[in-house]
């Protein structure tokens, strides 16, 4: 199971919104046969396993990551391949979280006098696919929000400048989560302030650029920022509200950039309808790298699954320098975030924190 969870990982930032699967072929105590979800709409695990196995799988024992689908969705049914193939055994990490078909897979292959045997290493499995597990439950995207700070916590310089707090490692990490989300969103004072591209800029091939979104009020965003320079592996959503003049809105339609109205709360983008709206357009997961503004808001509506900080060993100072988090803040400690299962790794001389808010428990 820890080979297929490893083979599952192949899928990461290529499958979304669908899950990423591993699996593996065992018959007499040797692999004879290992596959992963590679592409969406590709063949699942399971099929790919079945299909590059080294001989006959006929009696032979099946280990994959997710429930096999028992459903026809962008390919067929892969308990039918399982039964047909003559599988004897199929372990799974964890049932399909999707409450349409949640256990139906499970059922047909004991239908069929498979055994099956359920919760093998189920939390790496659900850790491994907690965008899926969010998105297929909620219909709504996992949010992760990214921040890289100083030691004393400041996101920048009192006079704004902020390139580099972190080292290049850092940086190259936060490419690899761009390529694994979805969206990318920031706030209008980020594209004020460092006019940035929000695209993946990694060696390796066949990654991809997530949905840029842009939380802009009042439709502020220049005509020239780099993020409405769109094409066909770009594209913008600007979520503005009825604030914005009807002229920068054609502007912004102009450059290929779509726009997405939501109401007006507290004189701001209503966030939480922006999360849901963003649901509604098949995009599971969101990574946060907005100023202290956004992630105020975000953390205030209680949106935000995940936290991962880059600590910097640098000292900014300056009491008007911006912290991660702005805002009013909360009036008394026993009212604040409190973050659970935090793990904490390095890059070189940078720490990064990664914490849960406790949303998706």
Not at 149 to 175: P, Q
Not at 291 to 300: D, E, I, P, R, V
């Amino acid at each position: 199971m820890y080979k297929a969870l490893e083979l599952a990982e192949s899928g990461r930032g290529h499958v979304n919104p669908n899950p990423m699967v591993g699996a593996v072929i065992v018959k007499e105590g040797k692999i004879i046969g290992f596959g992963a979800h590679e592409q969406y709409g590709g063949p699942h695990a399971e099929i790919n396993a079945l299909e590059h196995s080294t001989e006959d799988v006929a009696g032979s024992t099946l280990y994959v990551t997710l429930e096999p689908c028992s459903h026809f969705g962008k390919t067929p049914p892969c308990v039918d391949k399982i039964i047909e193939k003559g599988i004897k055994k199929v372990i799974i990490a964890m049932e399909d979280p999707n409450p349409l078909v949640s256990g139906r897979g499970i059922g047909k292959l004991k239908e069929k006098g498979i055994e099956v045997v359920s919760g093998v290493l189920r939390k790496e499995s659900e850790r491994l696919n907690e965008i899926f597990i969010k998105y297929i439950t909620t219909g709504l995207p996992f949010c992760i929000l990214k921040t890289a700070m100083s030691l004393d916590g400041k996101i920048a310089a009192y006079t704004g400048d902020s390139k580099w707090i972190t080292n290049e490692l850092s940086r190259e990490y936060v490419h690899q989560l761009r390529h694994q989300s979805s969206a990318v969103m920031v706030g209008i004072e980020t594209v004020l302030k460092d006019d940035p591209f929000l695209t993946v800029r990694l060696d390796k091939k066949n990654t991809k650029n997530p949905v840029r979104v842009i939380v802009d009020t009042k439709g502020r965003i220049p005509a020239d920022s780099k993020v409405l320079n769109c094409d066909e592996t770009t594209k913008t959503i600007v979520a503005t509200t009825k604030l914005a003049p009807d002229e920068k809105i054609k502007v912004i339609e102009d450059k290929g950039a779509i726009i997405l109205f939501t109401p007006i709360k507290n004189n701001q983008v209503d966030l939480s309808f922006l999360i849901r709206a963003l649901g509604k357009r098949k995009i599971d997961s969101v990574l946060i790298e907005g100023g202290s503004t956004l992630n105020a808001g975000m953390l205030k509506e209680g949106l935000i699954d995940k936290i991962i900080a880059f600590i910097a060993p640098k000292i900014i100072g300056g009491i008007d320098a911006p912290t991660p988090v702005g805002g009013e803040g909360f009036p008394r400690i026993k009212d604040c975030i409190m973050l659970d299962r935090m793990e904490i790794l390095r890059f070189k001389e940078d720490l990064m924190i990664e914490a849960y808010t406790g949303k998706s428990d």
